[in-house]
């Protein structure tokens, strides 16, 4: 394989990968603190690329100013899906539930998308997304550039947030143990509501970076859901910093396999790895291994 | 001959050394204690024993047979019966279905596709376990529905059904009334006497020292006394063991 | 079972079987078909997931393997097309248990939350085979032999051998309720670590388990493939095939014999009246989605189990005070 071939498989690994470990550290939040696998974070991340296409389109706003609108409200769309169904899962098949009703809600939320926008594909536009600037002998895209931004900018936010504020001392306790943070005076319910907020809220920021490097329509949430949770079981559930190494590791092994094989290949590369890991590693690369009687 | 024998078994979670050099022999046909300050490692020495997890050093030998790594079902299997701290049932089959989970005969994976549930014979040995602890009234009731007192009950029964040589029971007068204590108290006598060993972790003191022949007492992971219960009462490194525990308050509320 | 279950199982198997007779418009009959095919799936699957509570969203693996066994060994082997083609329904049955058990071996490992996430990737690794491998006939698909039956005749032998699957399952899901092999895997959805501390043997439980679900899944995917005629990877390893039918499972009544049934029977026929009637796809997707909510909210066991509940609600009441009875008895005897 060609030098500059890894380059580029590098960059675009980070560039990129940091955007789907915003996605996916949403997903895998959920997961930690509240035992649910949100099937919707597809379908809410192309909720998130719709709204800034939109905003842009009627309003004028850059999608990256438009962040301020949808952002919010994707906060507060995932805090009404929270009270209204996730709060009444209960019981031993909580998790299995909560896939299908997040799956029930993902396709609500399609059948609208679809009758609103069609099924015909749109891209975000704006005078970054078709140009790049060449660095030491290597072409960046704008868009890809000024997402890495965003994410880093969003995942730091994130980080000071979980480990610099009382708030975040909470959401901790709850990853770590759910019985034992309720024990200790935590109010398990509201951290587990706005955790569901924060979490869906990343996705208007990442939908709107998808949104501005491919052509998207309502159906483009089955590959996202079906790579972002990948990520996260590869990474170890409820792990944060599992789904960094495991979105920038995916778009790397991708990019490569892509270059020196076949681009038909690559996604599948990706599912044979997790499967391959799984084998050895059932918890996943950074997971908490329980003991069995926990 | 002790029938169960642990030797210099360490065992690390993470950072935490939860077992270090423990050893502990049962004799056949005695009533053991294992107490022991909140954290010193009684649960995790069940669950190395049983199978549940697995020991980073040292040997557990049942029989002079070593099963050091054997899997729950296979321990099981062998003879050694347990039950857990936090009750565990099958809260969504009924009592009887609960025994009959325990119901196992040697046979192959094929067969039990093949056979019913349960033969006539194997209903009736279960039935007259429960009636042994005194819930056969109710075998037909879903076993959520227990109270938790009647579901130690229901799991001393169902630990039986195999019939198993050894049983070690986590914490079997926890959180339960004082008649029922006494009841489970006489059910052990009442087995001992049948032959079976025991092998009983426990909190209550009263209970400990008027069932157990003999009493381990066990600190940071170790054993650091065994001898007769008189004996261990009287012991100061007891007495420091208990005082000096230190963050036991926030263990207890880990599970440990 | 009561006289009253047994009176609408018997009812509902003889509507099922004269539905042809009385219905004899090829379009409804075609409904049929694919409901009953559903039907069968959705049963088969919970015999697996709704008895171990393993949830697995892989499904269309098996499916896919099935269709994929009919088309490939009836184009290979020149088979004259007709009625000889069904003995490869059982074919491709055996051919998805087959290919199950590797499967599962690899994804039983994991914990359940992590087992749901398994079956989907391993299911995208086929979908994605099926689309780039040559011999899947990739996106053009494969043309199975055309067999020249009259039309007004073609989908009625389709239905019955479908009604023959859904009886199979439902009878093999029975008889696996009823054997210590079932017992265990209620076991294991319960407290599975606890099972294997008596001795329930876990591992091969759960993989003999998955691989005998997958059977009739496969069959039901050979069948499809005979009665289409013509087979795409994206419609055969459809990840709403997947979905669909634990929606299916769950909105009926998860673990219980008719439950998958029911929920089949009116999810898959109300999709294809819906198709038939206004063919727009996103209204379905809505009136799916609405309707599912609906019911975790109101009826989160499922159907069967709500009506049962209100049927049975005088009985389970003074079955109730008797075991309180019973309770303060065994306690005042203590």
């Given at each position: 394989m060609s030098g500059s071939a890894l380059t580029y498989a590098i960059i675009d690994g980070v560039l990129t990968g940091s955007v789907y470990a915003l996605m996916a550290t949403g997903l895998t939040l959920i997961f930690g603190v509240m035992d649910i696998i949100n099937i919707a974070q597809g379908i809410f991340v192309v909720l998130g690329a719709y709204l800034s296409y939109e905003i842009q389109l009627h309003w004028g706003i850059d999608p990256f100013v438009g962040l301020l609108i949808t952002i919010p409200t994707l906060f507060v769309v995932g805090i009404v899906v929270e009270r209204a169904f996730m709060s009444r899962l209960k019981g031993p098949e909580k998790t299995a539930m909560s896939i299908l009703v997040t799956y029930a809600v993902s396709l609500l939320i399609e059948g609208s998308l679809n009758m609103i926008f069609s099924v015909n594909d749109v891209q975000i536009n704006a005078?970054?997304?078709?140009?790049?600037?060449?660095?030491?002998?290597?072409?960046?895209?704008?868009?890809?550039?000024?997402?890495?931004?965003?994410?880093?900018?969003?995942?730091?936010?994130?980080?000071?947030?979980?480990?610099?504020?009382?708030?975040?001392?909470?959401?901790?306790?709850?990853?770590?143990?759910?019985?034992a943070a309720a024990l200790i005076g935590i109010n398990v319910r509201r951290v587990a509501t706005i955790c569901f907020g924060i979490g869906t809220a990343v996705t208007a920021a990442g939908g709107m970076v998808f949104g501005a490097t491919n052509a998207f329509n309502a159906s483009s949430s089955y590959d996202l859901i079906s790579r972002l949770l990948t990520i996260i079981v590869l990474g170890g559930m409820g792990s944060l910093g599992g789904a960094l190494v495991a979105s920038i590791g995916m778009v790397m092994l991708e990019d490569v396999v892509g270059v020196v094989w076949s681009p038909v290949w690559s996604t599948m590369t990706f599912f044979i790895v997790l499967v391959i890991v799984l084998s050895l590693r059932p918890q996943g690369l950074f997971g908490k291994q329980l003991a069995r009687t926990a | 001959m002790p029938i169960l024998s642990v030797s210099g078994v360490s065992r690390a979670f993470g950072g935490v050394q939860a077992l270090q050099d423990c050893s502990l022999e049962v004799a056949e046909g005695s009533i053991a204690g294992l107490i022991g300050p909140n954290g010193s490692g009684k649960t995790t020495l069940f669950n190395v024993v049983t199978g549940y997890v697995r020991a980073d050093q040292g040997t557990v030998r049942f029989r002079e047979k070593e099963i050091t790594g054997l899997k729950p079902n296979q321990v099981f299997a062998l003879g050694i019966g347990r039950t857990f701290q936090l009750t565990r049932i099958f809260e969504r089959l009924s009592v009887l279905e609960n025994m009959l989970v325990a119901t196992q005969r040697r046979e192959g994976w094929l067969r039990g596709l093949t056979r019913s549930k349960s033969s006539p014979e194997e209903v009736s040995t279960a039935l007259e376990l429960l009636d042994f602890v005194g819930i056969a009234g109710l075998a037909e009731l879903q076993a959520g529905a227990l109270s938790y007192g009647q579901r130690k009950l229901l799991e001393l029964a169902y630990v039986l059904v195999a019939d198993p040589q050894v049983i070690l029971l986590d914490e079997p007068a926890g959180g339960v009334n004082l008649t029922l204590i006494n009841r489970i108290a006489e059910k052990i006598r009442a087995l001992n006497a049948q032959g079976k060993t025991f092998l009983i972790v426990e909190h209550n003191m009263e209970f400990v020292m008027s069932l157990c022949d003999r009493v381990t007492v066990m600190h940071q992971g170790s054993d650091l006394v065994s001898g007769a219960p008189e004996e261990v009462r009287r012991d100061p490194r007891v007495l420091d063991a208990y005082l000096g525990g230190g963050d036991d308050e926030l263990e207890e509320v880990a599970g440990g | 079972m009561g006289h009253w279950s047994r009176a609408v199982w018997v009812l509902g198997l003889v509507a099922l079987a004269l539905f042809p007779v009385v219905v004899t418009s090829p379009a409804y009959v075609a409904i049929g078909v694919f409901t009953l095919i559903y039907m069968a799936c959705a049963s088969s699957w919970n015999m697996f997931s709704g008895y171990t509570g393993y949830i697995a969203l892989g499904s269309a693996v098996s499916y896919g393997v099935g269709a994929y066994t009919m088309a490939l060994v009836s184009i290979h082997a020149n088979m004259a097309p007709g009625a000889a083609m069904f003995w490869l329904v059982p074919l491709g049955g055996l051919v998805a248990s087959l290919v199950a058990l590797p499967i599962g071996a690899i994804a039983l490992r994991v914990r359940r939350h992590t087992f749901v996430v398994i079956t989907i990737a391993i299911f995208f690794v086929f979908q994605l085979t099926a689309i780039n491998a040559g011999f899947t006939g990739s996106t053009s698909g494969l043309i199975l032999p055309f067999i020249s039956w009259n039309e007004s005749y073609y989908n009625v032998p389709f239905y019955y051998v479908a009604l023959g699957l859904v009886i199979f399952a439902t009878i093999l899901s029975a008889l696996v309720r009823r054997s210590r092999f079932g017992l265990q895997m209620l076991a294991i959805r319960d407290d599975e670590d606890r099972a294997l501390g008596l001795g329930v043997r876990t591992t091969s439980v759960k993989l003999t388990g998955f691989a005998l679900a997958q059977f009739t899944i496969g069959m039901a995917g050979a069948l499809y493939a005979m009665f289409v005629g013509q087979i795409f990877p994206q419609f055969v390893f459809d990840p709403l095939f997947d979905v669909s039918i634990a929606l299916m499972a769950f909105l009926g009544g998860l673990g219980t014999l008719a439950g998958p049934l029911l929920g089949a029977l009116i999810l898959e026929s109300f999709q294809q009246w819906l198709t038939l009637t206004f063919s727009n796809s996103s209204l379905y997707l809505i009136l799916f989605g609405a309707l599912f909510l609906l019911v975790i909210l109101f009826m989160p066991q499922g159907i069967v189990v709500f009506i049962r509940d209100r049927v049975t609600r005088r009985a389970a009441r003074e079955k109730a005070a008797v075991a309180a009875a019973e309770t303060t008895l065994a306690g005042s005897r203590a």
């Open positions: 005078w970054y997304v078709n140009r790049s600037f060449k660095l030491f002998g290597v072409y960046f895209a704008y868009i890809y550039v000024f997402g890495f931004i965003l994410a880093v900018v969003l995942l730091t936010a994130l980080w000071a947030l979980l480990y610099r504020t009382r708030f975040g001392a909470s959401v901790r306790a709850s990853l770590a143990d759910q019985t | - | -």
